[in-house]
C-alpha cells in the first residue's frame, strides 16, 4: 500500500437528470494510475452524479493509501464537503453524509477545485461510459420520455443587463459550474454574420432581430426536451417578457433571472474599449454607434421580468468585486430544487 494517493473524479448526466456515468482516476505520488476507470450509474442528476463518483472513487482509493487528496473541478461539491456551502437539496443531503463518513476513514484527506481541463481524464472515462451505454441499445430504439425528462419543472436561468456589463462571461462561468448549456445571443448573431456576411447598423439590427427570434428557438428545443439552459443576451423587459410568458404557457419552467447592473460611465469606457480591440467581432460594426446612440442604448430597460422565481443583482461595475462564490451559493437551492426528484 502506497501512503499517498490523488483522486480525481467526474459525474456526467445527460439530461441533468438523465443517463448518468462517473469517472475515477487513482495516481500515486508521483501522478502515475493506479487505476482509471468509468462507469454507469443509472438515472442522476449532474450534482448526484458528482458525489457518486466521489463516493466511487473512496471505495477503490481505500484499498490503496490512507492518506488522499481529492481533485474535482466540481465547485459545488467540494465547498459542501468543506462546509463552505450548506447542503439544502434533500437528494443530496444523504450523498453527503455517506461521503463524510467515507472521508473520516482515511488518516488524512484534503479536496481541491480544478480547472475542468485538468480533470480531463475523469471527464473522458465518464463520457465514454455513456457512450458505450448508448452503442449498446437495441438499434433504432429510442429512450423513453421518462428516462430523458426531468421529474421537476426544468429552470430556464436567464442573464440579462445591458450592453458590456459582463453577461456573456457570467453566463459562461455559471454554465462551466453548474454544466448546463448556454444560449448566448452573440454566439447567434455572429454566426448569421459568418454566413450571410455584415455590411451596416441596419443590417446588423436585422440580424439582431433574427437572432433573437432563433435564440428563443433554441431555448424551447432544450425545454421541450425537459432540459434546464442559460439563455444570455441584454433583454429588454417590455419586449421579452411577454415572449417568455408565452414560452412559459408551452413548456412550464423555474425562471431564475440574474440581472447585472453597472454604472453608465462604466458600460460607455468599456463600449468605447471593447470597439477599439480585436474582440468584439466587426460584423456588429460597433464603431458606427455614435454617443446620443450609445446613451440611448444604456437608458433602456434591463432590469427584471415580472415572470415569477428569484431574481439575483449582481453589480458589475468593478469585475473584481464580483463574489462568484456568494453567487454561486444563492443560485444552488433553485438549481438543486430543479434538479431534485419529486
Given at each position: 500500500?502506497?501512503?499517498?494517493?490523488?483522486?480525481?473524479?467526474?459525474?456526467?448526466?445527460?439530461?441533468?437528470?438523465?443517463?448518468?456515468?462517473?469517472?475515477?482516476?487513482?495516481a500515486?505520488?508521483?501522478?502515475?494510475?493506479?487505476?482509471?476507470?468509468?462507469?454507469?450509474i443509472?438515472?442522476?442528476?449532474?450534482?448526484?452524479?458528482?458525489?457518486?463518483?466521489l463516493?466511487?472513487?473512496?471505495?477503490?482509493?481505500?484499498?490503496?493509501?490512507?492518506?488522499?487528496?481529492?481533485?474535482?473541478?466540481?465547485?459545488?461539491?467540494?465547498?459542501?464537503?468543506?462546509?463552505?456551502?450548506?447542503v439544502?437539496a434533500?437528494?443530496?443531503?444523504?450523498?453527503?453524509?455517506?461521503?463524510?463518513?467515507?472521508?473520516?476513514?482515511?488518516?488524512?484527506?484534503?479536496?481541491a477545485?480544478?480547472?475542468?481541463?485538468?480533470?480531463?481524464?475523469?471527464?473522458?472515462?465518464?463520457?465514454?461510459?455513456?457512450?458505450?451505454?448508448?452503442?449498446?441499445?437495441?438499434?433504432?430504439?429510442?429512450?423513453?420520455?421518462?428516462?430523458?425528462?426531468?421529474?421537476?419543472?426544468?429552470?430556464?436561468?436567464i442573464?440579462?443587463?445591458?450592453?458590456?456589463?459582463?453577461?456573456t462571461?457570467?453566463?459562461?462561468?455559471i454554465?462551466?459550474?453548474?454544466?448546463?448549456?448556454?444560449?448566448?445571443?452573440?454566439?447567434?448573431?455572429?454566426?448569421l454574420?459568418?454566413?450571410l456576411?455584415?455590411?451596416?447598423?441596419?443590417?446588423?439590427?436585422?440580424?439582431?432581430?433574427?437572432?433573437?427570434?432563433?435564440?428563443?428557438?433554441?431555448?424551447?428545443?432544450?425545454?421541450?426536451?425537459?432540459?434546464?439552459?442559460?439563455?444570455?443576451?441584454?433583454?429588454?423587459?417590455?419586449?421579452a417578457?411577454?415572449?417568455?410568458?408565452?414560452?412559459?404557457?408551452?413548456?412550464?419552467?423555474?425562471?431564475?433571472?440574474?440581472?447585472?447592473?453597472c454604472?453608465?460611465?462604466?458600460?460607455?469606457?468599456?463600449?468605447?474599449?471593447?470597439?477599439?480591440?480585436d474582440?468584439?467581432?466587426?460584423?456588429?460594426?460597433?464603431?458606427?454607434?455614435?454617443d446620443?446612440?450609445?446613451?440611448?442604448?444604456?437608458?433602456?430597460?434591463?432590469?427584471?421580468?415580472?415572470?415569477?422565481?428569484?431574481?439575483?443583482?449582481?453589480?458589475?461595475?468593478?469585475?473584481?468585486?464580483?463574489?462568484?462564490?456568494?453567487?454561486?451559493?444563492?443560485m444552488?437551492?433553485?438549481?438543486?430544487?430543479c434538479?431534485?426528484?419529486?
Amino acid at each position: 500500500m502506497v501512503r499517498r494517493i490523488t483522486l480525481f473524479t467526474d459525474g456526467a448526466a445527460r439530461g441533468n437528470p438523465g443517463p448518468a456515468a462517473i469517472g475515477i482516476v487513482i495516481a500515486d505520488e508521483q501522478r502515475n494510475e493506479i487505476e482509471a476507470f468509468g462507469e454507469t450509474i443509472g438515472h442522476a442528476t449532474n450534482n448526484e452524479a458528482e458525489y457518486r463518483a466521489l463516493l466511487r472513487g473512496l471505495e477503490r482509493a481505500a484499498r490503496h493509501a490512507n492518506e488522499i487528496e481529492i481533485r474535482t473541478d466540481s465547485e459545488l461539491l467540494a465547498r459542501q464537503l468543506n462546509g463552505a456551502y450548506q447542503v439544502r437539496a434533500a437528494n443530496l443531503k444523504p450523498l453527503h453524509a455517506q461521503a463524510r463518513r467515507a472521508l473520516a476513514q482515511f488518516k488524512r484527506a484534503t479536496i481541491a477545485i480544478i480547472p475542468r481541463e485538468l480533470n480531463r481524464r475523469a471527464d473522458a472515462l465518464a463520457n465514454q461510459a455513456l457512450d458505450a451505454r448508448s452503442q449498446t441499445k437495441d438499434e433504432g430504439r429510442m429512450p423513453s420520455a421518462s428516462v430523458v425528462r426531468p421529474s421537476s419543472a426544468p429552470l430556464v436561468l436567464i442573464v440579462t443587463g445591458a450592453p458590456c456589463a459582463g453577461k456573456t462571461t457570467l453566463a459562461r462561468r455559471i454554465a462551466q459550474e453548474f454544466r448546463l448549456p448556454l444560449v448566448a445571443k452573440d454566439d447567434i448573431k455572429e454566426s448569421l454574420f459568418d454566413s450571410l456576411g455584415w455590411k451596416d447598423r441596419a443590417w446588423s439590427q436585422q440580424l439582431g432581430r433574427a437572432t433573437m427570434r432563433l435564440l428563443f428557438y433554441f431555448v424551447e428545443t432544450q425545454l421541450a426536451a425537459g432540459r434546464s439552459c442559460i439563455v444570455e443576451s441584454n433583454f429588454r423587459a417590455e419586449l421579452a417578457t411577454e415572449e417568455f410568458r408565452a414560452l412559459q404557457a408551452r413548456h412550464n419552467f423555474v425562471p431564475l433571472q440574474v440581472v447585472l447592473k453597472c454604472e453608465r460611465g462604466a458600460l460607455a469606457q468599456r463600449y468605447r474599449a471593447r470597439t477599439d480591440s480585436d474582440a468584439r467581432h466587426p460584423g456588429h460594426v460597433d464603431h458606427l454607434v455614435g454617443d446620443e446612440e450609445l446613451a440611448a442604448i444604456n437608458n433602456r430597460d434591463y432590469g427584471a421580468m415580472d415572470l415569477g422565481g428569484q431574481v439575483i443583482a449582481v453589480d458589475t461595475t468593478d469585475f473584481e468585486k464580483v463574489d462568484y462564490a456568494e453567487l454561486f451559493r444563492a443560485m444552488e437551492s433553485v438549481l438543486d430544487f430543479c434538479e431534485s426528484p419529486v
